[in-house]
């Protein structure tokens, strides 16, 4: 059986196309059309029965970006065409699903193609469907472990700057899109970056949900959990999927994030009996009053190197216990997001980058 991949790279930054055009047999292609801002697509066939491997490609270097609306057209059945993006290192696989309200893809087939061994590799993926209820888009998304949380922050950028390449939309965007999470509104700005309204934060321990009984009005705020013999402070905050946040712990009562086994302790709140639909957890260390670290560990995608519903959760925490105002950058692993809780409106809003990685089909 032969195998046909293609591979469309769009050569957006000198350092991608440096990185390409070290690869001897794309070298000369590369070298000439690495200062415009094109793509090159690269077919590949390889006939496995054949003890050399044969392999032939095919280089095409268009005028124009092939963009992902084009790329996305094709329909062939049997196969996934995606696109791959990335919020801080946050990965996705993006799926247009924009003619049907039903994923393209069952959660089993979320599974491996997350997996990063054996698939594409992905925190999770993303369908882009008809709206809802009046909305422009509606947004649902598979953890990689086939769990369907109700909202992902870094998610919902790269969903818009999806969007906006499928529909050939260009400079700032606005959408509404309807999530689990209810109505959330990215707006691309000039420079690329999003800016999300995530609406209003929910405290309310039952709706979180925690079983952890609330000590602030019908808050848990700075509350006790045992993990493992240890007193941990939580806050409990939803921003529409739930979120335990931490600044430290009876032993220590400020935290050195880098220093957490997090790959231990992680799965040890995630599946805590006080979160009964299991939880994000955010570990934060303070280092003023308006920059925090956070290091996190995702319900159903393990430990990740940023989370946007948890950068905000973070924020909510730390004004509540008097640990920052409502303005502060968020340095996660993969790197800082702007995060402010507005007072008129109590809505919040986060500030971030979302890239294409790359496209790609697959055989389902
Ligand atoms: N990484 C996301 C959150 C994705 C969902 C989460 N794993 C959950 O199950 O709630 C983000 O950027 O918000």
């Known amino acids: 059986m032969a195998i046909a991949a293609t591979v469309s790279l769009p050569l957006t930054s000198p350092s991608r196309a440096a990185r390409l055009s070290s690869v001897p047999a794309l070298r000369s ?59 801080l290192g946050n990965d996705f696989i993006l799926v247009d699903n924009r003619d049907s309200s039903e994923p393209r893809i069952t959660p089993e087939q979320a599974v491996k193609l997350c997996d990063r061994n054996f698939g594409i590799g992905a925190d999770g993926v993303i369908f882009a469907m008809p709206g809802t209820n009046g909305t422009d888009y509606t947004m649902r998304i598979f953890n990689s472990d086939g769990s369907e949380p109700e909202m992902c922050g870094n998610g919902v950028r790269c969903f818009a700057r999806f969007i906006a390449e499928l529909e050939n939309l260009q400079g700032r965007q606005r959408f509404t899109v309807h999530t689990g999470a209810g109505l959330i509104v990215p707006e691309i700005q000039d420079d690329g970056k999003v800016t999300v309204d995530m609406g209003e934060p929910i405290l309310k321990a039952s709706d979180v949900p925690t079983r952890l009984s609330p000590n602030k009005g019908q808050s848990v705020v700075k509350s006790g959990l045992v993990v493992d013999g240890v007193t ?26 880098d220093e957490l086994n997090l790959a231990e302790i992680g799965p040890k709140f995630e599946h805590h009996e006080m979160f009964p639909a299991r939880t994000n957890t955010e570990f934060v260390q303070v280092f003023s009053s308006s920059h925090l670290k956070m290091r ?28 920052a105002g409502r303005n502060c950058t968020v340095d996660l692993p993969g790197g800082p997001l702007e995060i402010e809780w507005r007072e008129e409106d109590n809505h919040i809003y986060m500030t971030g980058p979302a890239e294409v990685v790359f496209y790609g089909s697959v055989p389902l």
């Open 29 to 87: 292609s590369f070298l000439s059309h690495s200062s415009s801002n094109t793509s090159v697509s690269i077919r590949a066939s390889i006939a496995p029965r054949n003890p050399r491997f044969r392999i032939s490609m095919t280089l095409q270097a268009p005028e124009k970006s092939l963009g992902a609306s084009s790329f996305l057209d094709r329909r062939e059945s049997g196969v996934l065409h995606f696109v791959k993006y990335h919020g």
């Open 296 to 323: 996190v560990w995702e319900r159903g995608a393990g430990a990740t190197l940023a989370c946007g519903t948890g950068a905000c959760a973070v924020v909510v925490a730390a004004v509540l216990e008097g640990h």
């Open 232 to 257: 941990w402070d939580v806050t409990c905050v939803s921003m529409g999927n739930p979120h335990c946040v931490t600044f430290g712990n009876k032993e220590n009562q400020s935290l050195q994030v």
